[in-house]
């Protein structure tokens, strides 16, 4: 299954408040590695900024006015996350704001699986914090332009976060000759590989010889 790395940015934090959401990125992986697709927009939320919000990644009123609404996207957005596993990080936030989005608009909810890795996170390291940048420096994953809170520069920093965070420190390529394995995570199976290596006849010759030139050193 394809995955769908996401995250927004909004007014301010709770829907109940009236806040809106003002970006949406999104970055595709395949078994783990990204495939260069990539969903992001800015959002004229109808309303305006919170100063906390503001703060946290600095697109102003006035720059978001010109942007598109979210009516506007819905579709295109939709069919990018269209029966792919979508990995968020703290996952009640974005998809409440999403949900609500698309409540507005007479859409039916997100009923994508979801994999949120702030759950993950806090299972793996119980006690510690679990932000991202927390994860970042954990990993030594170079977060030094995150200066602020932008969707498409969180989605790589969560992409990079995610692979550690499954024990898959390297993404591997699907090859025919690989075992599969699975493991669990708070209900959710993700699926990964491991690649086996065979030796080639010529290998195997080259190895029996060292072998034998070994043998002859320490005991002839």
């Known amino acids: 299954m394809k995955e769908i790395i996401l995250d927004t940015e909004t007014t301010g934090l709770s829907v109940k408040d009236g806040h809106r959401i003002v970006e949406i990125g999104c970055i595709e992986l395949d078994d783990l590695i990204p495939t260069k697709k990539t969903f992001h927009c800015y959002l004229n939320p109808e309303r305006k900024v919170s100063e906390k919000a503001l703060e946290v990644h600095g697109y102003t009123d006035e720059f978001l006015s010109s942007k598109k609404k979210f009516k506007e996207i ?24 999403l949900n609500n989005e698309l409540k507005i608009i007479g859409k039916k909810k997100i009923d994508n699986e979801i994999i949120d890795t702030l759950i993950l996170a806090r299972d793996k390291f119980p006690g510690s ?57 708070s209900d959710t199976k993700v699926l990964y590989y491991k690649k086996v290596i065979k030796l080639t006849d010529k290998e195997k010759q080259n190895h029996s010889k060292y072998l034998k030139t070994e043998l002859k050193k320490n005991f002839f």
């Open 129 to 185: 914090s679990t932000s991202l940048d927390a994860l970042c420096k954990r990993y030594r994953i170079d977060n030094s332009k995150r200066t602020q809170h932008t969707a498409l520069i969180d989605c790589d920093l969560l992409s990079k976060v995610y692979i550690n965070l499954i024990d898959q420190k390297e993404p591997t390529l699907n090859f025919n000759n690989e075992s599969k394995n699975i493991i669990e995570f």
């Open 74 to 97: 819905v579709e295109e957005f939709l069919n990018f996350i269209d029966g792919k596993r979508l990995i968020i990080h703290n996952a009640e936030f974005d998809l409440s704001h």
